[in-house]
């Protein structure tokens, strides 16, 4: 056990808080115990559509039903194993046989149900946009110069009604509140630092925090100016020095990038551990933090003037956009 607890996320920790921002999960915090809330199963009455996608490899479905004749999007993924569990995971299994060879042998585990837990999101109500957004789909990469951004994509994107209700809800302090890692109230250059939802903070390997920013109307990328740069220093400065005293990982294990499209239109910062392939991190995507502060110290207006790269997927209105304007 000793050796895996460095592992194992220990929110508990015995450390005293050295900053004040830092924030702590309490006892009585429900939200986010080892076991949870048992809470009434609105899957029960969920009828299955359709599979959006899914992937062998990863272990996830995307799923597409109903919940009282309403849409809704399930994702369930397959969870990593933790080897704080394995003493009882082979000492509390049922194990039957599949074949045996020579010194080979194939079994199936059946492991007790609380080791054998499957990580579920639900949206519901989902809209068109969310059954969309799951769907397995072929992307293209889109060559957007600053005037394409500006008389294409902007105007597409204010046309667009995402709500952002569950980022205000964070900001504040109405969801989620247990979950924050570390906050910084300032209204210039504050934000919220919590674990993203992809994460379900059991074992640091795939450690995946967002800092949402305090301030309002940054949509993306595209909005950041040299005024900017001292926001951008403090989430990269105090972002850093959370997950050090959280999770006990230096920056040098650390992913910290933006994301170019984002999936919501309020400036986030994505916090990954190096090594684990997060989606959305690969070079087409993904905007490391330190470089788009180094590139707005030298050219201030570097983001509205620079052609960025970006994939879109073949049914996503803003490819229709750029093919209408003949861009793609
Ligand atoms: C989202 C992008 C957005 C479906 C899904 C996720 N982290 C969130 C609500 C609360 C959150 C996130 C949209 C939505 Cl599965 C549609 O993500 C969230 N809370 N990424 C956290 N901590």
């Not at 015995?14 to 986010?32: C, F, H, I, M, Y």
């Not at 007790?112 to 809209?127: D, G, Q, R, S």
């Not at 509205?304 to 970006?310: A, E, M, P, S």
Request: glycine share 6%.
């Amino acid at each position: 056990m000793a050796s895996s607890a460095a592992k194992h996320v220990d929110a508990r920790n015995e450390t005293q808080d050295k900053s004040p921002g830092l924030k702590r999960p309490r006892a009585d915090d429900g939200n986010r115990g080892d076991d949870g809330k048992e809470t009434e199963n609105i899957l029960s009455g969920f009828k299955t559509s359709n599979v959006l996608s899914d992937s062998a490899r990863e272990k996830i479905i995307f799923i597409h039903g109903k919940i009282a004749e309403q849409d809704a999007v399930v994702v369930l993924e397959k969870t990593p194993f933790r080897e704080e569990n394995l003493e009882e995971l082979f000492s509390g299994s049922k194990l039957r046989l599949e074949m045996t060879n020579d010194i080979y042998s194939t079994y199936r585990l059946q492991a007790p149900p609380h080791l054998n837990e499957i990580k579920t999101t639900v949206v519901f109500p989902a809209t068109e946009k969310h059954v969309k957004k799951y769907q397995k789909q072929e992307s293209f990469l889109v060559e957007e110069t600053g005037e394409y951004y500006k008389s294409i994509t902007l105007p597409y994107i204010q046309l667009q009604s995402f709500s952002l209700q569950w980022v205000y809800n964070i900001l504040e302090g109405k969801a989620e509140a247990e979950r924050v890692i570390y906050e910084d109230p300032d209204p210039v250059v504050g934000f919220v630092l919590l674990p993203d939802l992809k994460w379900d903070q059991k074992q640091v390997d795939d450690l995946y925090l967002i800092a949402i920013v305090h301030q309002r109307g940054i949509r993306s990328l595209r909005d950041l100016k040299s005024e900017h740069l001292p926001l951008l220093q403090n989430i990269s400065k105090k972002g850093k020095e959370a997950v050090l005293e959280r999770y006990n990982l230096p920056a040098s294990k650390l992913r910290v990038y933006l994301h170019y499209q984002p999936s919501y239109y309020h400036l986030h910062i994505h916090f990954t551990k190096l090594g684990y392939e997060a989606p959305g991190c690969g070079v087409e995507r993904a905007h490391l933090l330190s470089d788009v502060i180094q590139n707005l110290q030298c050219d201030p207006r570097y983001y509205q003037t620079r052609t960025l790269y970006f994939p879109v997927r073949a049914d996503d209105g803003l490819l229709g956009k750029f093919k209408e304007a003949e861009k793609i």
